[in-house]
Structures are given as C-alpha cells and as structure tokens.
C-alpha cells in the first residue's frame, strides 16, 4: 500500500469485518437492555460509516491526477457525524416530563466515529474506544444501578377514597421517611369496590434516600386508612 490513494481487497475486507464486530459489541449491549437501536441496527451504522470513509478515502483515486480537481478524503465523513443526528432523535422519546432514549442514541454517534476510524485504518483508537464505551455502557451501568439507583425518579401511585386528611397522612410519613416529594397529580377515579363511593388516584413523583426505603412506604401507605391501592416504579428518566 505504498500509494496513499490506493487499497487492496484484502484490507477493505478486514476494515468492513472489524466495523462489523466492533458495532456489533455495542450493539449488542444496547440489545440486551431492550433499547429501541440494537444489534442490528449499530452494526448498520459502523459498516456505513467505515464504508463510507473508505469511498472518501479511495473512491476518488482515479481523479487524484487531474489537474483541476482537489480530493479531500474527509469531506464525506464529515456528513456522517451530522447526518447521524436523524437517527439518534429517533430514539429519544419526550413523554411529557421525562427523556429516555438519550444513551442509545449516544452510542449510535460514537458508532458512527468507530466506523469511520476503522474505514481509515485507524485501528487502535476504534478498538480502545469500542472498549470504553462497553465500559461505561455495561459496568458503569451495574456501578449506577447499584450505588446511585436510590435517587432516581420514581413514581409513587395512591388510589384512595376521596375523605379528608387522606393527602396529609401520605406526606407525613413520606417526610418521615425522608422521602423526597417532587411532584403531586391527583385525578378522579372510579372504585371497582364501591362504584357510590368517590376515589381519587394520587401520583407522587419521589426520590428516596435508599432502595431499602421503598418496602416500608410501601407497607406505611397501604396502612392508612383509606387506601385502596399503591404501586410504586422508576420512572424513565
């Protein structure tokens, strides 16, 4: 490969099959926590983008002597970074007060750039970068859900007959224990125990200051009189 504008078969072959792997990896990841881009998907777009930084590189060659033309071998992998934005805003999901999606599509521009590393024979740094984002997508994802998972958003759902002093008792004890209240919604409901009787459904959007907390609220909050159902999830920040 002493000429600069020119590749052989053989290395395009490897450049295409290690974008496959290395997109592969990420994706795979990203398939087995369920995202909406998976394995296929990232594969698609490290192959593309290594092919296409291929065609920037060498596609051109046969008009590397003209006099009248000027090849630059990065002007296609430019449109690659920007162009993968409309694939990344597909999925993120704005559901009205949360954003999920945001890690996926993440990934999908870092993809991007390993595949255009490989494509231009950059190997090292589109190996040692595959491997740091599996890090912080696979171990720092176990280290978050373990030591930060108590002050995610979660959402606490309270279906209770409508009588007074029902609303002060649940904060009460929420505050007591040290439940961080962000957000209150409350909404009429229909009891399927007693279609006479009026029932509101409660919705608190909470932090608690540790995972263990959640079982005694739960266990509080059905203890109070009135309460009829509680149900309490993470909410997809």
């Known amino acids: 490969m002493s000429n600069p504008w020119v ?14 792997l290395l997109g592969g990896l990420i994706g ?11 394995l296929r998907t990232h594969i698609l ?9 291929l065609l920037s590189m060498y ?25 993968i934005g409309f694939l990344g805003a597909g999925t993120i999901i704005f559901n009205g007060r949360s954003i999920t999606g ?31 984002v599996l890090i ?3 171990i720092l994802n176990k280290v978050e859900h373990k030591y930060f998972s108590g002050k995610k ?21 929420l505050d007591e224990k040290k439940v961080d209240i962000r957000k209150i919604a409350m909404e009429d409901q229909k009891s399927d125990r007693s279609p006479d009787m009026k029932v509101i459904q409660l919705t608190f ?18 203890k109070i009189i009135g309460v009829e159902e509680v149900v309490i999830e993470k909410s997809k920040v």
Request: proline share 4%; hydrophobic share 55%.
């Open 153 to 173: 958003l979660r959402i606490l759902k309270i279906t209770a007959t409508d009588q007074p002093g029902i609303l002060a008792s649940i904060t009460a004890l």
């Open 136 to 138: 912080s997508l696979w």
């Open 59 to 83: 596609g051109f060659s046969a008009f590397v002597n003209e006099v009248n033309v000027r090849i630059d071998p990065s002007r296609l992998a430019a449109q690659v970074i920007s162009g």
């Open 7 to 20: 590749i052989d078969q053989l290395h395009v072959t490897i450049r295409l099959f290690l974008a496959l």
């Open 102 to 132: 945001l890690t996926t599509a993440a990934s999908l521009w870092v993809v991007a750039g390993i595949g255009l590393a490989v494509g231009a024979g950059f190997y090292y740094p589109a190996v040692l970068a595959c491997m740091m």
């Open 205 to 222: 959007y909470v932090t608690v200051p540790k995972p263990a907390v959640i079982i005694s609220v739960l266990e509080g909050v059905n």
């Open 28 to 38: 795979f990841e990203r398939e087995v926590s369920s995202h909406a881009a998976g």
């Open 45 to 53: 777009v490290c192959v593309g983008s290594a092919l296409v930084m």
